[in-house]
């Protein structure tokens, strides 16, 4: 895939072409709603909910300047990348008119990444009622962003499931596209290794919950929230990102295998 700054998230230049590698790969195509003229699209695998598999949600485009992550579903879509073994639920792209845009926050100025405790935009408020609505916990939930000011690359780990840590599979995945951010501080928070921040379940701000807090208040979760840094090529990040996708499901299905659910 030809990539560039300017990828143009427009019906024609990202959704069509997701939609039908979406279908090609066996994903069913849910369009929740629209915003900005664009469809807010829920990918899902076509296992049935009795099916024996992890269960494993992935997101990207919460923030409308971090296209790597929305890019790399597309590609990871056409690649291959989302095993069979796995029931996914993919939300591909949740800020269709940032993304749009080349903005953070939503058309309406809002930062969706820190309206899960208000639920004033209504692209965030549609999330969570699909979230509240789901059935059984997700094994894995990962999340991919991208960071303007970091130097590498990091992740934060949000573990409440007591399930395997799977941050050292994806950094050591991830090296061999991007430097890991040496730290020893990034976003005000200390790093237990380089790339790696081992965050409580609580939010940094009291009412401004991102996604990952909302999850993880509502059901155990192990979660990644994976940030590729924005000055480095866009290749490289799109490609950081499906090596961490692919490292974190390896470690979910041995795992899984070992304890035979
Ligand atoms: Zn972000």
Partial sequence: MRLSRAQDFTEIGYYRPLRAAAEAAGFVWHE????????????????GSGAEVPRVYL?????????????????GLRGGLFDRGV?????????????ARGTRENPGGIDLNRDYRLLTAPETRLHAHWI???ESPYDLY?????????RGFYLYEINTSGGPSMSAAILSAVE?????????????????????IYHPPEPDEPEGWPEAIFHCKKRP?????LETPSALPLRRRVDAHLAAVRAAIRVLLTESRKTGD
């Fill in 32 to 47: 929740a709603g629209h915003f900005h003229a664009l469809p807010y699209v829920l990918l899902r695998s076509g296992h």
């Fill in 59 to 75: 997101s990207a485009g919460i923030h409308g300047d971090e296209p790597a992550g929305s890019l790399a579903v597309l590609e």
């Fill in 221 to 225: 979760l192990n979660s990644y929230t």
């Fill in 176 to 196: 061999t596209f991007l430097p890991l951010e040496p730290g020893p501080v990034v976003d005000g928070h200390r790093l237990r290794a380089p790339g790696w």
């Fill in 132 to 134: 509240e609505c789901g």
């Fill in 142 to 150: 990962i999340s991919l962003h991208e960071d303007w000011e970091a």
């Fill in 87 to 99: 029931a996914w639920d993919i939300f591909p792209a949740l800020n269709p008119g940032g993304l």
